[in-house]
């Protein structure tokens, strides 16, 4: 069959793309600019059979979520900025424990209920740092409609894959705005947790295999295992053990940093022979690409890198180009995010200049083409 | 070994808790209590939030899960709403359960989801060595009320009831064959249960409060707690300071996962037409 | 082929609907199209607005900065979003409005028409969707006639047929008398 053209929203997208990668729970709160997300889904689910459920928080709602994961159920949350921010505590807990689901976080203005209904990008180093302790994290940003719905896909394949729970960052822009889309009639390579392969006397729930990743038993199976928190050593119960918390923490990391040529995803426009590289990602990359093009139209030797994976940082994707640029740029909606990253990367090697706003309001390609002529 | 004893992970034993704490007495009764009610121990998950109550799961050889502070029953909720078929029991503290978990706990009793929810309250922060709690009596002394308590405690199972629970118990560990009753019934109830397990904390709680040792406390259950049936016998004078034990609440309304599967249903019979 | 295409009006006037029909023709004409709208406070009464840009191109930048079509329905959406237009801008305006000595303004009873002509003055938007494409020739009409009839409630495809008609016709009625040049 072929597939189906629609105008979506990159908040419908989402849906779209959650279930083709088989979404069995959502647990929700709402919040704008994410509620299209949980209304859709809540009309959608019931139909197939799977739970949705608009719980009594944010905090709550990324309970829910794990639990439910628990049980086998892919699963996923959305919400915005202060949303965010109530998710924290639970996503580290889903991280720590590693339990796979998928938290959405539609950007809009802040900080504090801010500018509920306008876009930012100021929850970047929230989703790198926003939980406590120490951690990796694999977070996308989706730059239209269409990349929303395979980064959705992506994000629920990547939580399954590497038992963790991975951020999808919309901006408002993405989020709201309508466009082409192509929906397949089939998605391929969805894929689901690795279980184990042996009875409940021969689990043990936290023993990675060489790939650093342990098998996941559901519950309800029979295996009967125990889940904290808690710093844990293979058993899965508490230990106070400083070498098993080690390797715990340093496997976690691992297990992500190992796999970064699977994870770590960027596209670049018109990089082969660039001497001004324009970093920009979401929406404010479609300003800058615009920019690129308009500036290669006055001869300027411009080019687009744009972060598709966001976290782990695609820091060797970058350094590649390291020795032919001259100029670098960084666009993002907030005063400095990101850019701090492009800085520990770029490493003094070039200057690195900032195209930065945080009123809520989209860059244009005009302010990213003035920059552009001004540093070339 | 006694019947309850396969529900224990002997391997984990001994326990964290103090010695006179009465947690492992309620935790003797949970375990009879599922015994009680041949509950399948593949098909059942026990939830737990943050304090000394919360380690019990840890003990008992279910699929067990040691979540955050005040946040069991939201991971419980999913459980349950993404498997209805398995059994799932929450084992909260009264700090745990009623301060930071207060909004979780009200809205699980408002959907009358089937989880059978037992607060363990021994009117302190254990875990933390001996802040007040939600249940602290207002003009008590913890370590954080050096003065006496300001706060005003709540009435759990008032609170449980005011909030749409269906089964609502208080019994004390003190009076543990009849709390293995009281959860044996919530278990059997087919909607939000919620058991208050009077508990002692001789290490902080009694301590500060004078209320020597774990046996006096022990002691003190037996004479201030008094049954359903016989709370109705008596003065309300004679009443002062009393806690009633027994079952305080039944009544019945639609199950929340049961709702939702109706509509399930409904919507793909009608896709099948 | 590119259009920036501005639709505006107050809250409930089915100013966001017109827009995603008209961004749904362009799909099925093979061109790319991209809709955005106000939402919040912004989006409550007063003045809304959707954006459209329509192009045979992949669109970037999804924001219309200098439209060459622009829709009012009411005053206070005239003042907001009818200001500093590129000079060869198509301006159509509802007659309620008032541009308060403007030129180049293509003035229609478009409201009006909507409740005496067919009494029912909710399909205001697509006799406003109508006349627009009869002045700029967006997309052909059958194409914008089939992307209403895909988004309309079952039982008002006759209703919206006669109210896009009724548009096409508004334009070959008041475009020579209302004083408006191109």
Not at chain 2, 18 to 33: F, L
Not at chain 2, 121 to 129: A, E, H, L, P, R
Not at chain 3, 78 to 90: C, D, E, M
């Amino acid at each position: 069959m072929s597939p189906t053209i629609k105008l979506l929203q990159g908040n419908e997208a989402c849906v779209e793309g959650a279930l083709a990668a088989g979404i069995q729970f959502y647990g929700g709160y709402p919040i704008t600019p994410s509620t299209e997300i949980a209304e859709l889904l809540a009309e959608k689910m019931p139909r197939v059979g799977s739970a949705f459920i608009q719980m009594e928080d944010e905090i709550a709602a990324m309970a829910a979520v794990i639990g439910a994961s628990l049980t086998g159920a892919k699963s996923m949350t959305a919400t915005s900025g202060p949303g965010f921010s109530l998710k924290q505590e639970n996503l580290g807990y889903a991280i720590y424990t590693e339990i796979p689901c998928v938290i959405v976080n539609v950007m809009r203005g802040g900080p504090s209920t801010g500018l509920p209904t306008s876009p930012s990008q100021s929850d970047v180093m929230q989703a790198r740092w926003g939980t406590h302790g120490d951690h990796p994290v694999i977070a996308l940003c989706p730059s239209s409609v269409e990349e929303t719905f395979w980064l959705t896909i992506r994000a629920f394949n990547l939580a399954e894959k590497y038992r963790t729970a991975v951020i999808l960052l919309l901006d408002e822009v993405v989020g709201h705005m309508r466009e082409r889309i192509e929906i397949p009639d089939h998605v391929d390579n969805v894929l689901t947790r690795k279980k184990p392969s042996v009875g409940r006397e021969g689990y043990r729930p936290y023993q990675p295999d060489a790939d650093l990743i342990p098998p996941m038993a559901s519950f309800g199976e029979g295996y009967r295992y125990h889940v904290t928190g808690l710093t844990h050593d293979e058993t899965g119960f508490p230990t106070n053990d400083t070498e098993k918390a080690g390797i715990l923490i340093d496997r976690l990391h691992k297990k992500i940093d190992n796999n970064l040529d699977d994870i770590v995803e960027i596209e670049t426009q018109m990089m082969e022979d660039a001497e001004i590289m324009v970093v920009a990602y979401g929406s404010t990359a479609r300003s800058a690409s615009r920019a690129v093009k308009d500036a290669r139209a006055l001869g300027i030797k411009a080019g687009l890198f744009r972060p598709i994976t966001i976290w782990p940082f695609p820091a060797n994707e970058l350094k590649q180009y390291l020795p032919q640029l001259k100029q670098v740029i960084v666009a993002e909606m907030n005063l400095g995010q990101l850019i701090l990253e492009v800085e520990r990367n770029v490493a003094g090697k070039a200057p690195v200049h900032g195209v930065l706003r945080g009123d809520g309001e989209l860059i244009t390609p005009t302010q990213i083409l003035a920059r552009i002529k001004e540093v070339q | 070994m006694s019947a309850y004893e396969k529900y224990l992970r002997n391997n984990r034993l001994p326990h964290i808790l103090c010695s006179g704490c009465g947690h492992g007495i309620i935790m003797g009764a949970i375990t009879r209590a599922i015994e009680k009610a041949d509950l399948d121990q593949d098909r059942t998950v026990v939830v737990s939030g943050i304090g000394c109550s919360s380690r019990l799961p840890g003990y008992m050889d279910f699929d067990t899960l040691h979540t955050t502070h005040g946040r069991a029953l939201g991971f419980a909720t999913g459980v349950k709403f993404a498997k209805p078929e398995l059994n799932v029991i929450v084992i909260m503290g009264d700090g745990d359960a009623l301060a930071i978990g207060g909004n979780h706990f009200i809205h699980a009793c408002r959907r009358n989801i089937n989880i059978t929810t037992i607060i363990l309250n021994n009117n302190v922060y254990g875990m933390t060595s001996g802040q007040f709690s939600p249940m602290t009596p207002q003009g008590h002394f913890a370590t954080t009320a050096p003065y006496g308590n300001v706060d005003r405690n709540f009435d759990i199972c008032e609170l449980s009831r005011a909030a749409g629970a269906t089964y609502v118990a208080r019994g004390s560990a003190y009076h543990a064959v009849m709390l293995t009753d009281l959860i044996t019934k919530a278990i059997f109830n087919p909607g939000f249960s919620v058991v208050e397990a009077i508990s002692q904390c001789p290490t902080y709680y009694g301590r500060k409060n004078k209320q020597g040792t774990a046996v006096d406390m022990l002691n003190a259950q037996k004479e201030n707690c008094v049954t359903v049936a016989a709370s109705a016998k008596i003065t309300s004078d004679q009443m002062q300071g009393k806690i009633i034990i027994g079952e305080l609440h039944k009544s019945e309304a639609p199950e929340y996962t049961a709702v939702y599967r109706n509509i399930v249903d409904s919507l793909q019979a009608k896709e099948m037409k | 082929m590119r259009h920036e295409i501005r639709l505006s009006g107050s809250g409930g006037q089915g100013i966001i609907l017109a827009g995603i029909v008209l961004a749904e023709a362009a799909l099925h004409e093979d061109k790319n199209a991209v809709q955005s709208q106000s939402y919040g406070p912004e989006a409550r009464g007063g003045a809304s607005k959707s954006e459209i840009i329509i192009s045979s191109e992949a669109i970037d930048y999804p924001k219309v900065t200098a439209p060459d079509i622009v829709l009012a329905l009411t005053t206070e959406s005239y003042k907001k979003y009818a200001k500093n237009l590129p000079a060869n801008t198509v301006v159509i305006v509802d007659f309620s409005v008032n541009v308060n000595g403007d030129t180049g303004v293509l003035s229609l009873p478009i409201i009006q028409a909507a409740r005496d002509e067919l009494k029912r003055p909710i399909v205001s938007n697509i006799v406003a969707l109508g006349a627009l494409n009869a002045v700029a020739k967006v997309v052909s009409p059958e194409s914008l006639e089939a992307a209403v009839l895909r988004r309309v409630p079952k039982g008002t495809e006759d209703l919206n047929r006669k109210a896009l008609a009724l548009g096409y016709q508004l334009v070959g009625k008041y475009m020579l008398t209302s004083g408006y040049i191109r």
